[in-house]
């Protein structure tokens, strides 16, 4: 069995440099690779660009990246929690590539399983179309989409084990899921690490196959981007 764990954060993102395409799992604050976005805060790596659903927030999750001007372009479906985002995108200082979501998810899909590009109808007729081949099936238009390229998919995961299985919890699956295996090398941290073979293989979501190194998290925050709570009656 191969062992693909590793030390710490420090050992799984050690090969990771400037000018570099790393898609990161998560959607909004939830299911975020908080370990790794933090160690490449303190890399202080510089013209990255980034996929992934959204930035997180102006202090937490990829707004951290922001906050250092690490990032040079955003591939993104959704940016309206932070505003650091929006100021960069709007001075000119961010290069930002709007995707609708769920072609965001099949580009990042089509990666993984070796899909070179597909045709979609999400987007026609709007400025993600401009450029971009268009077919018609079934008497409606379609866009031809390219899968993602790029150098490192970091995500994170529940639990996994020594081999690289994950198992995810509740809709911290999101994006996780399907950037698992879509870049060259896919680092997953997880809560909890355990030996090949603890996991039921009927609860497996993401195989061993598509993640190259594999460490246990911590001191995770799991913050809760838009609390919404009950007045008292």
Known sequence: MINKRVANVEVALQDITDNVTIMLGGFGLCGIPENSINELVKKNISGLTCISNNAGVDDFG???????????????????????FERQMLSGELDV??????????????????????????????????????RVFNGKPHILEHAFDADFAIVKAWKG?????????????????CMAGAARITIAEVEELVPAGQLDPNEIHVPGIFVKRIFQGE????????????SKS
């Open 62 to 84: 990829l707004g951290l990246l922001l906050k250092k001007r690490q990032i040079k372009k955003m591939i993104s479906s959704y940016v309206g929690e932070n505003a650091e």
């Open 97 to 134: 590539e709007l995707t609708p979501q769920g072609t965001l998810a099949e580009k990042c899909r089509a990666a993984q399983v070796g899909i070179p590009a597909f045709f979609t109808p999400a987007g026609y007729g709007t400025e993600v179309a401009e450029g971009k081949e268009v």
């Open 161 to 177: 084990d020594e081999a690289g299985n994950l198992i995810f919890k509740g809709t911290a699956r999101n994006f996780n899921a």
């Open 219 to 230: 001191k995770y925050e799991k913050r809760i981007e838009q609390r919404t709570v009950r």
